[in-house]
């Protein structure tokens, strides 16, 4: 402690540059599921015997995954990790190129049959990409829309297509990208490839100034998207409650088509062009005729928005689902409908496949249902079919009079599962661990530090969890979170998450090895939270990194050397172990280890690609400075924490009033915010008898301060004995520290609290005082028993 000058703040008062901010995704320990809604679905069939189908689903939880379709079960086979944020739409190219769209505002590009390979990342669009459609006869041909009232066409051969004069290019030296010129006022296009391992070595080649193709015309967003199969015709829909049709090759409107009055959320045309089907949150599904340029059918189905069409091949039945939960099948030339089933969940998106067809809902897992799609007529023979009305309010009324249709089939035929996605979180006041609630009900404890679930409570009350969890301490907020992922993301930004530091011995760390030898933490060594959890989630990272440097990589972390260690006395994860530390044998433990089994998943802005997204353990230690922020990898690599204001407390220290203690001192003090009272003993106790030693001696050893009308009493001061030449003597704490909070309820009632001595000042000062002056406490003598 110290006394607080009277200088003002001397700081540079420049706003400073915002730093990148790094965000880590906790991982379920199922990592085979989706722990979010299901968006998409994208199904790729094999033209041999033997080799199963495949089908794509596109999460809510930022990841794609690929399922070997067999007979009765589906199973995971691949996960394809680079989005940032919700996959909101996927479709195949012949070429068996898989593309999706993310609300992350990119397109990627995917070999389908590769174990999650991003092979090219698009940015074009200012918002969320909503939508994709694809030309079956041209596989090159594709288009997005989004949020942004923005529709773009897409020709993937020519947007990678070669220059002159060939590239070798290593994704540490240069952005592998595409820079466009842009005549839409649009941010320019970018490609950048990206491998399982973010390292490219192979021959890349680059082409400069293509610019995909802008359909513009949408002054609102656009949440559906469909294209004839040589694609010669694209279609859109949106919140303008409008289908436009398009000229993909040119970007040029041809007609607009007026009739729903809600937004319009899904689209197909058929593959000659001529006829176009449309699905509206106005619960109404309406055939086209473009040929015409209006509306030839409605079909009053649902009781709510329809958000999903599939069609069989020949165009002569529509498959649709909702909001209401329902999927139906219609004859679009007789107006005969049909209820399939029912979901627990609203649907999102359905694909055909054979006689089946696969109902992705908001919930994370996916049904496979009969359908008869080959030969729909065989279900209507089963019965309870109705006829289609015209208008909306029809359906939605006899809904209501008790003549709902009895759905065909009550259980699914085959599902592929999900976990439960969290919904509800609460940062508990040690600010180290979160208290979490899932789709199913479960309560968890989870630890932001290690990336692990402390305790699974089960199905009991979140709130009295959480009151149960409760602790009088306090500290900064050195992390944001969120659950829009389905999992607990954990968000850094410098310089704030360096604001928080703890003791080790509250950490319970299990210390560090050398060789066979355990070295323990000191107990009062402070340790930095966000310094600590950062060395913990690069530590594959820089042991990959010291491998293709040359030297021997630690199991689990850093390796330092003396001269490291003896730079660096302010750090708290390299610790001196001997005063030959040279030896790259020695390895040390990270105050914070995370799992390598469910690892968490890094999440940056970048810098030349765009966001990315990869697990811990796949990091290749090529990542610098354009992958990674600088500020991280400066504090993964010991060159330096980010400056930061060295939050302190200030107060009064005085004697109980009524007490004849002299006053130790008149100014105002200083410490750090977690400082505890104990140590506010110590200074009381030194100031009282460590500077009036030799002012008095008790008859058995112990010192007496000298204060007029108080007894002799004993003391502890630093390990608890107080030594007097050779005899040591065992002393006893005498001194409280109190504090008053006062509360004005239409009088004045003061509350005197005795302070426990692990308690930190900032505690106090949060729980106990809760003024914004500042603190006072007040300390007296307590007879010894």
């Not at 050397?561 to 530390?581: F, L, M, P, Q, T």
């Not at 930061?644 to 009064?652: E, G, L, N, Q, V």
Request: proline content about 4%; hydrophobic content about 35%; aromatic content about 8%.
């Amino acid at each position: 402690m110290h006394r607080v000058g009277s200088a003002g703040n001397t700081s540079n008062s420049t706003r400073p540059r915002k730093e990148k901010r790094l965000t880590y995704v906790l991982n379920n320990a199922d990592d085979k599921k989706h722990c979010a809604g299901v968006n998409c679905l994208a199904l790729l069939k094999s033209s041999v015997t033997d080799v199963c189908d495949y089908l794509f689903t596109g999460s809510r939880d930022g990841t794609l995954k690929r399922w070997a379709l067999a007979e009765e079960a589906a199973t995971c086979s691949a996960t394809f990790e680079s989005h940032v944020d919700w996959v909101n739409d996927a479709l195949i190219t012949d070429n068996n190129t898989l593309v999706s769209c993310s609300s992350d505002t990119t397109l990627k590009t995917w070999n389908c049959l590769s174990d999650g390979i991003c092979t090219r990342t698009f940015h074009q669009h200012s918002d969320y990409v909503t939508c994709l459609a694809a030309a079956e006869k041209n596989s090159n041909v594709i288009a997005s829309g989004g949020l942004g009232g923005e529709v773009f066409v897409w020709d993937l051969e020519a947007a990678v297509a070669p220059v002159s004069k060939a590239i070798d290019i290593k994704e540490d030296d240069c952005p592998n990208g595409i820079v466009a010129s842009s005549n839409s006022g649009l941010p320019i296009t970018s490609l950048r490839s990206i491998s399982s391992s973010s390292s490219i070595s192979q021959h890349t080649t680059q082409s400069h100034g293509y610019s995909p193709i802008a359909a513009k015309g949408h002054k609102e967003s656009v949440y559906a998207l469909a294209m004839n199969d040589t694609g010669t015709i694209l279609v859109s829909g949106g919140t303008e409650k409008v289908v436009r049709v398009w000229d993909p090759r040119t970007g040029s409107k041809t007609m607009k088509l007026r009739g729903h009055t809600d937004n319009i959320r899904a689209l197909l045309l058929d593959s000659t062009g001529r006829y176009c089907l449309s699905g509206s949150s106005d619960s109404m599904i309406r055939l086209w005729d473009l040929s015409q340029q209006r509306c030839v059918h409605s079909y009053a189905v649902h009781t709510d928005s329809v958000w999903a069409l599939a069609s069989t091949p020949t165009f002569s039945h529509v498959y649709s689902g909702g909001r209401d939960l329902s999927l139906y099948v219609t004859d679009l030339a007789t107006r005969e409908s049909l209820l399939l089933c029912t979901e627990e969940h609203p649907i999102s998106q359905l694909a055909l496949h054979d006689d089946s067809i696969w109902v992705a809902t908001t919930d994370s897992l996916v049904h496979k249902w009969p359908a008869e799609g080959r030969n729909p007529q065989k279900v209507f023979q089963k019965g309870g079919s109705f006829l289609a009305g015209n208008l909306s309010f029809s359906r939605a009324r006899a809904c209501l009079e008790g003549s709902s249709p009895v759905p065909v089939y009550q259980n699914p035929a085959s599902t592929i599962p999900g976990t439960s996605g969290i919904v509800q979180h609460e940062i508990l006041n040690n600010r180290r661990q979160v208290l979490t609630k899932d789709t199913a009900g479960s309560v968890k404890l989870w630890d932001v530090t290690r990336g692990v679930v402390v305790e699974d409570y089960g199905k009991v009350s979140f709130e009295e969890r959480k009151e149960e969890l409760f602790e009088m301490v306090s500290f900064p907020a050195w992390f944001t979170t969120d659950t829009r992922l389905g999992s607990l993301s954990i968000h850094l930004d410098t310089p704030q998450c360096f604001a928080a530091e703890m003791y080790s011995a509250d950490l319970n760390i299990v210390g560090y090895r050398k060789i066979t030898s355990v070295y323990e933490w000191p107990k009062s060594f402070i340790i930095g939270l966000a310094e600590e959890t950062l060395k913990g989630l690069f530590a594959h990272w820089l042991a990959k990194r010291r491998t293709k440097s040359g030297l021997q990589a630690p199991v689990n972390g850093d390796v330092p050397s003396g001269k490291d260690v003896s730079a660096r006395s302010h750090s708290h994860s390299r610790v001196e172990v001997d005063d030959n530390a040279e030896n790259l044998s020695s390895v040390v433990r990270h105050a914070f280890e995370f799992s390598t089994i469910s690892p968490p998943s890094i999440i940056t802005e970048g810098s030349h690609g765009g966001p990315w997204r990869k697990k811990i353990t796949d990091l290749d230690g090529t990542e610098d400075e354009k992958d990674i922020p600088r500020w991280c990898l400066d504090c993964v690599l010991d060159k330096g924490l980010p400056a930061k204001d060295i939050t302190k407390c200030s107060f009064y220290l005085h004697p109980c009033e009524g007490s004849t203690i002299q006053v130790l001192t008149q100014g105002k003090l200083s410490a750090p915010r977690i400082l505890r009272i104990h140590k506010v003993v110590n200074y009381v106790i030194e100031k009282m008898v460590l500077e009036k030693a030799s002012d008095a001696r008790s008859s058995d050893g112990t010192f007496a301060p000298g204060l007029a009308g108080q007894s002799q009493f004993p003391v502890t001061v630093g390990d608890g004995a107080f030594r007097l030449g050779s005899k040591p003597q065992k002393l006893k704490p005498t001194i409280e520290i109190l504090c008053n909070n006062q509360a004005t309820l239409g009088i004045v009632e003061i509350v005197v609290w005795v302070l426990s001595p692990e308690m930190s000042l900032a505690t106090v000062r949060a729980y106990i005082w809760k003024k914004p002056d500042d603190l006072v406490l007040s300390y007296r003598v307590v007879q010894s028993r």
